[in-house]
Each structure stands twice: as C-alpha cells, then as structure tokens.
C-alpha cells in the first residue's frame, strides 16, 4: 500500500498484512486501480471514485472499467465500461448504464450496451453437456471449472457508432459477442434476383442461456 502524505513532497510507503477477522473499508479517488487473483483469473478495476469493503470484497466504483483475461479467447480480456460498478461478491459484478465488449481496442469495434450488466461464474457443466470435474491443487478437492457469464437487460448492438439491434434481455458467455446476427451477405443472380442472406444465433436472439458446447442458428 502506498500513502502520500498530503504536501504532494513525498510518499509513505507502508506494507502491511491484515487478518482477515478484521474489517477495512476504504474510500478512494482520482486514478484507482484494484486487482484481484481469484482461480486463475486476474480481475483489474479501474475507476474514479469507489468505496470499497477489502474483507467482503465488495464495492461501488464510479465512472469504472473492469477487464477480465478470457482463457477461451487466448487470454484476450472481457471489458465492462460503466457509469457505475457493484462488486456484489469476489467474482460478481453489477453494471449500471454500461457498456460490454471483448474488443481490444481502445474505442471498441463493436459493443453490447445495455442499462444493466451483470458479470458472474457459473460451473462450465451442463445435462446436455456434462464436464469431468478437476483436482484443486491448492485445497486438493474436487472442483468444476467455470466460465465467465454475463446477462444484460435493455440491450443496443453497436458496430462502432451504428446500432444494429435492439434486445430487452441477453444472457450467455462472457467470450461470445452477443450479437444475434453471425454473419450478412447480398448477392444477385439471374434466378432468383437480389437476395440478402442472413445467419442468427438463436440462443442471443431470444435471450435464453446456451448449453456449453452447443450451437443454435437461423438461417
């Protein structure tokens, strides 16, 4: 932890370790960053102003932006942009007047805003799909992996700065980018004319989840 001493001379760097039977909550502002190790993934929250609870693992972040490396895509990591962010548990996220992507650009290619998003872990197992559960090296216990989920109400598909759709509810994996449309193309032929062909996912498209390992299109 490092703590400047108000004159802006100097800082006071402090490094201590606390229990954790006792409570900490801190309030902070200006140029935040909180990171967190959990399971494997690397969780990094950058904001504003936040209030946070470091024993619950809980906060509000203002004006925030929370990445998450995603092993299904290589390690190219999930992005939450929002007015507001709840951590409401150490992997749970709530997002107000938000705005979710796995693009990795600054600006994003494409986005998923919504006024509310939720980003949680749910078991990567399914009836349809059943996983074989793995060994935790560190408890020793018998665990399934998870997959990052996110669901999201009140949705506009942007490409760049042009909305494409409109959905009251998206929920699926974190990885996918819950555009319903998965591909468009127009060709003409002396047959059958000017024809526009389109391919949907049928799970985004009506906001339903999707069995891992499982695909859904209209054609």
Same mark, same amino acid.
């Given at each position: 932890?490092?703590? /400047?001493?108000?004159? @802006?001379?100097?800082?006071?760097?402090?490094?201590?370790?606390?229990?954790?039977?006792?409570?900490?909550?801190?309030? !902070?502002?200006? %140029?935040?960053?909180?990171?967190?190790?959990? $399971? @494997? $993934?690397?969780?990094?929250?950058?904001? $504003?102003?936040? *209030?946070?609870?470091?024993?619950?693992?809980?906060?509000?972040?203002?004006?925030?932006?929370?990445?998450?490396?995603?092993?299904?895509?290589?390690?190219?990591?999930?992005?939450?942009? #929002?007015?507001?962010? /709840?951590?409401?548990?150490?992997?749970? *996220?709530?997002?107000?007047? =938000?705005?979710?992507?796995?693009?990795?650009?600054?600006?994003? @290619?494409?986005? /998923?805003? #919504?006024?509310?998003? *939720?980003?949680?872990?749910?078991? +990567?197992?399914?009836?349809?799909?059943?996983?074989?559960?793995?060994?935790?090296?560190?408890?020793?216990?018998?665990?399934?992996?998870?997959?990052?989920?996110?669901?999201? !109400?009140? %949705?506009?598909?942007?490409?760049? %700065?042009?909305?494409?759709?409109?959905?009251?509810?998206?929920? =699926?994996? =974190?990885?996918?980018?819950?555009?319903?449309?998965?591909?468009?193309?127009?060709?003409?032929?002396?047959?059958?004319?000017?024809?526009? /062909?389109?391919?949907?996912?049928?799970?985004?498209?009506?906001?339903? +989840?999707?069995? =891992? @390992? #499982?695909?859904?299109?209209?054609?």
């Amino acid at each position: 932890t490092q703590l /400047r001493d108000g004159t @802006g001379d100097a800082d006071l760097n402090v490094d201590f370790q606390q229990s954790n039977d006792l409570p900490l909550q801190v309030y !902070l502002e200006d %140029n935040i960053i909180i990171r967190q190790m959990d $399971k @494997g $993934k690397d969780y990094t929250i950058r904001g $504003k102003r936040a *209030f946070y609870d470091v024993r619950e693992q809980r906060g509000l972040l203002h004006d925030a932006e929370l990445t998450v490396p995603l092993p299904e895509l290589q390690g190219i990591p999930f992005r939450l942009r #929002a007015d507001r962010i /709840r951590q409401l548990a150490p992997r749970n *996220f709530h997002a107000q007047r =938000a705005w979710a992507t796995t693009s990795e650009y600054g600006p994003p @290619g494409y986005r /998923r805003q #919504a006024t509310d998003i *939720f980003l949680e872990q749910r078991p +990567d197992d399914t009836w349809f799909f059943p996983n074989t559960p793995q060994i935790d090296a560190e408890t020793g216990l018998l665990v399934y992996p998870e997959r990052s989920w996110t669901t999201s !109400l009140n %949705n506009t598909f942007f490409v760049g %700065n042009v909305p494409l759709f409109y959905l009251p509810s998206v929920s =699926a994996p =974190a990885e996918e980018p819950n555009i319903p449309l998965r591909t468009l193309s127009i060709q003409n032929d002396q047959i059958f004319g000017t024809q526009i /062909r389109t391919v949907w996912n049928m799970f985004s498209l009506l906001g339903i +989840d999707s069995p =891992a @390992g #499982a695909s859904w299109n209209l054609d």
